[in-house]
């Protein structure tokens, strides 16, 4: 095995299929390997040697350690959660999910085994029992990432980050959309501070980090790819972060076109960028130290195309970083504010990826998707999707088909809530801003129940809260909250 920075020989490791996870053990430099070839293997890096290689009934996608390296846990494609004894290769299965497992983690702190699935269900296991699951909260959507640390698992929820206390497993502490509307790909944790990283699928990193003073807290987003030539951005979904434990701030992202870059989140600079692989970045790790870097190249299970180059997992030695490295020019990595972060009105999305309650864009009007069906076309064609979306603003049903390996347009979507201050005779509000001023330009809604709402509170001398959605360059009240007399 080599372990120069630049090398690009992989650990031989024959992979049937996507590898969906990489995790160095939290005591060694043993490394896990979850793949949909339904084989869960343990990978010896000091001794260059495949110690286990256990095969599942089913397709792993996600596994964890738990705070050694002789027990390790799986999510499946069947549904089942899994306990592996990685001396034995003996697997208890410890319950299930009523669809696919998707994602799985595990609180040192706490005990606790975190998983989530198709089900939209968010489930918590105490692995000192033998019992199911513990506790269990169902979501408005699937989850599409997680990360674990300490007390706290952030998940990615469509475009939405959500944080939650395992000690009150009710309600998020956090909720915000980071990326401004666009779809997350993947979300971390920081490993010493409260705050996480994520990742969208058009390209943007978002980095948010709460400090004990709040002057000193650090929130920004900015692309991992410069400006084509022609001005439009390079759009790549980022699948993996992972944050270094030598270098503090320091984290790597890999995206869908095989890079893997190292950043310093604090200097905004760009530390290193290894040499393109030949797959898909789908998973990275740091070993315990941070010495060692795992990169795993590999298709991934959201493509939809032709399997061309077996994964891989490559090894690369960085606690060398070179510290005085480029920094990240605007120019090139477009650093964006609140206020023009979501300044485009969409952005692409690969169709097999656009979900139930997402959005889309058909017939250039901005919708909601109720209902997603997919059909094959045989052995070397795509899958095609068939969107049913309801338009946002009119309320009128949409409908198109798109091979799953397309791109489609995904509009920006925001909700911000305003105090209603007044209403004029010709039906416009007047709406007041968090910077004080106020909002005249829209008008009340033509929801009939809304606008009843709306009026009959404001006639009773009520203090009422509009929420106004906005998308592709339109506005409408959506939504009402009636917080008390005035």
């Known amino acids: 095995m080599n372990t120069n920075n630049n090398s690009q020989l992989p650990l031989e490791i024959p992979i049937g299929d996507a590898i969906s996870r990489i995790q160095f053990s939290p005591n060694s430099n043993n490394l896990l390997i979850s793949s949909w070839d339904s084989n869960l293997r343990l990978y010896d890096v000091d001794a260059s040697v495949l110690r286990v290689e256990v095969p599942s009934e089913a397709a792993l996608l996600d596994c964890c350690f738990t705070d050694d390296d002789s027990v390790a846990y799986a999510a499946a494609s069947d549904g089942f959660i899994r306990r592996y004894d990685m001396h034995s290769g003996v697997i208890d299965p410890m319950g299930s999910h009523d669809d696919m497992a998707t994602c799985i983690g595990y ?3 706490t005990c606790l085994l975190v998983t989530s699935g198709f089900d939209k269900k968010l489930l918590s296991w105490d692995i000192r029992t033998k019992k199911s699951f513990s506790l269990s ?3 408005d959507a699937e989850i599409d990432s997680m990360s674990l640390n ?3 698992v952030t998940i990615g929820i469509g475009a939405s980050a959500q944080v939650y206390d395992l000690r009150k497993f009710d309600k998020p502490n956090l909720s915000m959309e980071p990326c401004n509307g666009a779809q997350l790909r993947c979300v971390s944790s920081l490993p010493c501070a409260e705050g996480f990283a994520v990742g969208s699928v058009d390209g943007r990193v978002a980095l948010q980090v709460s400090c004990s003073s709040n002057l000193n807290d650090i929130g920004y987003t900015f692309r991992c790819h410069p400006k084509l030539k022609d001005g439009q951005h390079h759009l790549a979904s980022v699948n993996d972060i992972a944050f270094s434990p030598l270098v503090p701030g320091a984290f790597v992202t890999g995206d869908d076109e ?3 870059t190292i950043w310093d989140a604090r200097s905004r600079k760009r530390l290193l960028e290894f040499p393109r692989y030949s797959n898909s970045v789908a998973s990275l790790s740091y070993n315990l130290l941070g010495q060692l870097l795992a990169v795993a190249s590999s298709y991934t299970y959201q493509e939809a195309k032709e399997i061309v180059k077996p994964p891989q997992v ?10 005085g490295s480029k920094n990240m020019s605007d120019e090139e990595h477009h650093f964006e504010s609140k206020a023009d972060a979501g300044a485009s009105k969409t952005y692409p999305q690969q169709a097999g990826t656009i979900r139930k309650n997402g959005h ?7 919708c909601k998707v109720v209902e997603v069906s997919t059909s094959k076309t045989g052995k070397h064609g795509h899958a095609k999707c068939h969107f049913v979306g309801i338009d946002i603003f009119t309320g009128k ?3 198109d088909i798109v091979p799953s390996s397309h791109n489609c347009d995904v509009p920006h979507v925001n909700r911000t809530d305003y105090q209603l201050i007044d209403i004029s005779e010709d039906g416009f509000v007047s709406l007041l801003t968090e910077s004080g001023g106020t909002k005249d330009d829209l008008k009340l809604p033509t929801d009939e129940a809304l606008l009843s709402q709306i009026k009959d509170g404001f006639g009773e001398g009520k203090d009422l809260i509009v929420s106004v959605m906005s998308a592709m360059g339109e506005e409408q009240i959506c939504g009402l909250k009636d917080i008390g007399p005035k």
């Not at 090894?315 to 510290?323: F, S, T």
Request: glycine share 6%; aromatic share 10%.
């Open 137 to 139: 909260m169902t979501l």
């Open 150 to 152: 300490g007390f706290k």
């Open 107 to 109: 609180s040192d702190e």
């Open 360 to 366: 889309i864009v058909i017939k250039n009007r901005p």
């Open 314 to 323: 490559f090894i690369h030695k960085v606690d060398n970083i070179d510290l």
């Open 258 to 260: 095989g890079y893997a």
């Open 397 to 399: 049903k949409l409908e």
